[in-house]
């Protein structure tokens, strides 16, 4: 017997009762939604001001000018000589010609102690540019130049009201002797902020002011080109080789779990693995870029066989069978037809595994690139280390100036991770084709 009315049951109080429930419990869970949304939000905005707010300081630093006498004497060589050769130079002593430097800027200063005081507020670093000056240009022994020298870290953070000069002064490094010297040099305009080019160029030191972070990106650089040299061809081959040419038995299921596995596999299990083969029993370099990209191209390999096999199920299976009407091989349907429409994908999920390889410290860790290193690698086989690995370095650091290198570093990597990302949605969005 069919009801009269089928819609009137819908309009009884039960009903409407159970319909304001359901609604009511939609409109909770779009809140909560709503909610953890705002609330990642939220916390990566607080994560990213943080970082800039302690990193963009580390992108300047302070210089001080000096008039700087390049007196023989004074820096040990022998005056009666008609020339200085380039040992006698390299062996000089140039942090006197900063200590006469200062003392004519600040002449009541005496005493060793004081001395001392007044020149740690110039950088070590200054010591090798006089040098380099000097054995650049010989002629210039006798002669003054006004020169800009980098300033010690401390001083930066001062000016930079990083310091706190009302505190006592046994809980910070600069005396209210040397606070007043560092007044002194900024009211006679011997102090200046510059750009600070030392941390994009230079190597990695145990002062913080000429740390930088061009030795961490080459080593970085160099240990991504062998990761992509190595795990590009092998995970796009095997890709190919399971989607399209291998049986469906149960040994291709059991690789197939392998691999799937292998992709969620803790990154220092690769590190134990490149350990223990490439060290241990290949006996590679210690921590070199190549060991580095090999024990990376091991962590990606999974990465990009699983994007590659799900980019070649995107192709559609009526161009395969076009392919084969017209009398194409196998081999060419996949070369000429498959590979080309499913490279998009194949990329997007390489750059997509390159960038994580990119930000892995643990497996670098295992492999020993977590020495200090402060020459620029010149090949692959030289000892580097790597860009997380640099930041963790410096983020382990008694000293509070490595603190704004580390932030400014950590602002470098992310900036290459998204320059990445951005790569990668570029492509999809520019060679994706819709079936």
């Keep these: 017997m069919t009801d009269p009315h089928p819609g009137a049951r819908w309009k009884t109080p039960e009903m409407n009762a159970r319909l304001a429930r359901r609604h009511a419990s939609e409109r909770r869970f779009r809140r909560l939604g709503l909610a953890a949304i705002l609330t990642a939000m939220a916390g990566l905005a607080v994560l990213l001001i943080s970082i800039l707010s302690k990193g963009i300081p580390a992108f300047w630093s302070t210089e001080v000018r000096l008039d700087v006498r390049f007196d023989a004497e004074v820096m040990g ?108 040099l900024d009211a006679q305009g011997r102090l200046r902020g510059v750009f600070n080019t030392r941390f994009l160029l230079s190597g990695d030191s145990r002062e913080p002011e000429l740390a930088g972070i061009w030795g961490a990106t080459v080593g970085s650089f160099l240990a991504l080109i062998v ?46 693995l490149g350990l223990a083969v490439f060290l241990n029993l290949m006996h ?49 349907v996949v070369t000429h037809h498959v590979l080309p429409l499913a490279l998009p994908g194949i990329l997007t999920g390489t750059i997509i595994g390159m960038a994580r390889a990119l930000g892995e410290t643990a497996p670098l860790l295992m492999i020993g690139m977590v020495a200090f290193i402060v020459d620029v690698p010149g090949g692959l086989t030289d000892a580097a ?17 490595f603190v704004e290198k580390t932030s400014g570093a950590i602002m470098v990597l992310l900036a290459f991770l998204i320059a990445m990302n951005a790569t990668a949605i570029a492509l999809r969005a520019r060679y994706e084709k819709r079936w």
């Design 284 to 332: 590679l370099p210690r921590s070199a870029p190549l060991v580095g990209g090999m024990t990376l191209a091991l962590m990606t390999l999974p990465t990009i066989i699983i994007t590659g096999r799900v980019a070649i199920q995107a192709v559609p299976p009526s161009i395969r069978e076009a392919a084969r009407g017209i009398g194409a091989s196998p081999l060419q």
């Design 227 to 272: 990761t992509l040299a190595i795990a590009f061809p092998l995970g796009v081959a095997a890709a190919v080789y399971l989607e399209e040419f291998a049986p469906h038995n149960r040994w291709t299921q059991l690789i197939e779990v392998n691999i799937n596995n292998l992709a969620a596999v803790p990154s220092i299990v690769f590190g134990l």
């Design 385 to 401: 280390t790597a860009l997380p690995v640099q930041i963790f370095l410096w983020a382990d650091s008694p000293e509070r100036a």
């Design 77 to 184: 060589l022998d005056a009666t000589a008609p020339g200085a050769d380039a040992d006698a130079l390299a062996r000089a002593d140039y942090g006197a010609l900063i200590r006469e430097s200062l003392r004519e800027i600040f002449p009541d200063v005496e005493g060793r102690r004081e001395v001392r005081s007044l020149q740690a507020l110039v950088s070590v670093g200054a010591r090798n540019e006089l040098r380099a000056a000097l054995v650049a240009d010989p002629d210039l022994v006798g002669s003054s130049l006004d020169l800009w020298l980098p300033a010690d870290d401390e001083v930066h953070m001062l000016l930079e009201e990083q310091i706190d000069r009302d505190a006592p002064e046994s809980e910070r490094r600069l005396s209210d002797t040397q606070i007043a010297w560092i007044d002194a």
